[in-house]
């Protein structure tokens, strides 16, 4: 029975990108004032349904010399369908639908299908994302501590808390809206191993009709 | 003359006041002495003594498997995913007695990221000479560029936020299969687990699974009841979006012992209230609440002896108490019911005397066959009946007639008189009752026999709807055959379980057989592993590697030292191998495969539980004294075989019995062939209605049909002798009380909720009525119908 326990030994997560480490803010709101602060952005985010954007990625791994900017967009459609595409500087895109993760890289042109349950660590950033972009933060307050790092524009440092199941892995998350607080445009990330990454999203498009071929990327084999 | 009499009855009344006064001292005694009776509520008496069926009932019953709790929390909508993670960690936290060992609630994300780095880098004693063969073949400059170029695409990529502590650690995945062995390990579970947020998850992500290990034995009633209670206490703490099941062992032993209480309590007491009311009203005679006593009497002297001979009695058994009763009693009412024809003790006596000990020793007969079973329960309710069958025969001719000697002048008075009679013609009956048992032997090739142990388990329904929902919830799969094995150490038990799964691998391939010793092998081959490792990169291989990566990691960018942890763990030196058994992995796979036993060591290997690979692996596990395998299929096949063979050589040995001693007794070939038609009709109609109502057969229906058989053929001497005789006691009074108060003892056990008890009883009912009906009204048709052409016109001899 207990091999379940470790069924998730496998997998790993470790979001990569420098960035400068930055400060947290002196003045931060108590919990009323913050709970506020998540309660307005859910109502101003909580609508969307579906979201698309490009975005860049600066990456920096202990394991390489330099920083590495990635460029790529990605698309999520409630309630489940989640595609990350990078274009540079590889092509590469993998795609979560109907309890399956499909892989596909341009070198080998080939598309590998995992099931969801073998990637269980992967499945958990991707509903990490989607309570990010579809504004279900309250929920959040369970696994983090939450402050506000800047009300303009709003920044807001999410610190795993000690029942956390990210407390070993991250340093801390923070994510960025743009004026409105309508959608998200920087997420940053520090892993306990020091490793960093910043996503900038840019052209976010809301509840926008996504092209169903964003979905199907076994066509991308040849 | 009158005066003669009455003096005769007045020596009578003072023998009945010393009589009771004894009785009563030996009941005084039997109750008190019942204090010290040794109660068992373990199934495992209506299994038959056969070494591998006590083996995997055994095993299933002790592992500390089976001792684990689990409780499955649910919401019912998966958005509030988050309160189902609180409600599990709150009540996690809330856990704190020493009656749970620990709480399972998922993985910890620190573990698993430097326990798989460091099991990855101890690997390498894992790695068998071939697999060093296929290594070298792999260290030329090609392959090692496209493995370059293959991990910085994969350090890119989102999946690589997963795969990174184990690239850096082992680059060119020289562990990639050993790990894929981890994860094949993990995989072949019987629930359908995910992790997710560090916790064990269902699929639908609406159920969170935690297991509490414990060291209370399922079958440690007070202990069991103080841990269940304690766990259902700290439920009480949830929020109301979630909601709590309950899976244990422990729930089915307290459950059997509740409903087996009761179920005696009923059988008892409705007995005793039937037994009572058909006595008073019918009778209407104070004395007749004799005839209720000499079974009570017989039956807990037999309770008292048969604990002094076999050490301890089943609830079982028990509960059958009130069935034997009802069978002992019928001696009394053959008595009764003589005293009641009107005519003198001594008279009436001798008429009854010889059916009434034809019948008990024809009884006795048949139980004593099942003395010799290999079903220890079968053997216990064996002794049980043939002692409270003796006591009460001896009660009923020995002592019961004085306390029912009546005063001589209302002798007339008392006179019984069965008063339903057929007015139907004997052939219609004889056509009647043929058609009845032809339509049972119609059925017969229907007959359906079952054979899982689950039927015996008495627990209330709840408890197997909660398990049943578990199942669903968790879409648990088909339960997995085991090779076990035994060591009076853990060590030591590794080391057999190598050997064990070297012969395993011949058998299938290495997919399908799911053990501890593909990732953990005994010391010493670790350590021969690790001396031809480091002697391999010695040989120049080293170097060669450092260069291809120095050439080719440049090109993407990765730093000098990127992947230093996995250039030191090339020259991984032997004194690592004690460093592997402190690995954090293996701290957790460890618990799922072996277990402390008080022998010493268990080590459990898990395989498809199919008949073809079964008994491959059994043929070959003769050759392992110090291992068994346990297959759930197996040990339905092997139970249905032993009930069957021990099913036929009873039946065999009662067929040949029951014949034998009617015909020692009545000496008369057609009278026997008689006699024998209510066993004949009773054993004809149970199968056939059972089969009717899609009722299987079990153990328990299989022993009544036995029973039944030889009370019914009771019924069937007493009419034959009542026609031949021409006796002046009423018979078919005699035998339809008898009919009746067996009635209600297995009536009682119809109303149970215990399901030995309840087969047992529904059984019973069948063969008793269509027993009696057969006994009262075919008999005598019968026998008027043969006489006519082939009996002597004298009555024959009986001993």
Known sequence: MKSFVWIGIFLFVSFGNPVDGWALSDVSPDQTEIRQVLHDLEKNIGYIESI???????????????????SGSFYMQKPDHFAWYTHSPIEYAIIFKNNKVLQWNHETNRVDVISFKDMPILRTIVEQMQSWFYGSYLSLLDEYEI????????????????????LKMLEHVVIQFNQEQSAID?????????????????????????????WEILGRAS | MQASMQSQFRFERKKQIILAIAVGLVVLLALFSLRSIKLTNDIKVMLPQQENILQTFDFFRKTPLAGNVFVSFEIKDSKEFPKLISAVDQFSASLDTPMIKSVVTGTDGVISYDGIREFVRLAPQLMSEEELNVLDARLNGPFIHKVIKKLYRDLLSLSGLVMKPVIEQDPLGFQKETLAKLRNLATNMKHNVEIRNGHLISRDGCHALVILETDISITEGVGAKALIRY??????????????????????????????????????????????????????????????MVPIVSVLISILICSWILGELSYIIMGMGALISGIAIDYCIHVYVAMRSGQTRQVAMGEITMPIMIGALTTVGVYSVFLLSRIPGYRELALFTVISIL????????????FLTNNPGKIAEYKLKFRWTLNIPDKYVILIWSILLGSCLL????????????????????????????????EVKDRPAMIVVEATSFNEALERNYQIQQQVDLIFDNESYNSISRVWLPESVRHENLVRWSRFWKEGRYKKLKDYFQTYSTQYDFEENAFDPFFKMLYLAPEEVKAFEKLSVLKLIKPRFAFETNQGCQIVNFFEDSE???????????????????????????????????????????AILIPLLTFIFLKNLHYVMIALVPAITSVLVILGMLTCFKITLNAASIFALLVVGGLSIDYGIFMVYQSYKQLKSDTRMAVTLSALTTLFGASTLVVTKHPVLFYYGITMVLGI??????AVFVVPSLYRLIKQDNFPTEPCQTV
Request: one cysteine or more; aromatic letters at 12%.
């Open chain 1, 52 to 70: 698309q954007a490009k975005f860049i990625q600066k990456k920096r791994m202990k394991l390489f010399k330099h920083e590495i900017e990635l």
């Open chain 1, 147 to 166: 402050e506000i790092v800047s009300n303009a524009p709003l920044r807001i440092c999410f610190i795993p808390n000690e029942h956390s199941f990210y």
């Open chain 1, 186 to 214: 920087l997420i940053e990330v520090e892993e306990k191993s020091g490793d960093m990454s910043i996503f900038h999203f840019k052209e976010t498009l809301i509840n926008k009709e996504i092209d169903p071929s964003v």
């Open chain 2, 231 to 292: 766990i259902e206490d700290a439920l009480l703490e949830l929020p109301t979006a979630v909601s709590a099941d309950l899976i244990a062992g422990h729930l089915h032993s307290l459950s059997n012992e509740r409903v087996i209480k009761r179920d005696v309590f009923v059988t008892i007491a409705v007995a005793s209230i039937g037994f009572l009311a058909l006595f008073l009203f019918l009778f209407k005679d104070i004395k007749a609440l004799l005839l209720f």
């Open chain 2, 391 to 402: 006591l009460s025969l001896g009660f009923a001719i020995l002592l019961l007639p004085h």
């Open chain 2, 443 to 474: 059925l017969l090739p229907f007959v359906n026999f079952k054979t899982d142990v689950r039927q015996y388990d008495g627990s209330e329904e709840s408890i197997f709807q909660t398990e049943e929902k578990f199942d669903q919830d968790w």
């Open chain 2, 612 to 654: 073809k690979l079964v008994e491959k692996v059994s043929q070959a596990s003769k050759n392992w004294p110090d291992a068994f395998v346990v297959s759930a299929n197996q040990f339905k096949q092997l139970l249905s075989k032993a009930i069957l063979s021990e099913t036929t050589f009873l039946s065999l040995a009662i």
């Open chain 2, 769 to 774: 009525l269509s027993g009696y009906f057969s």
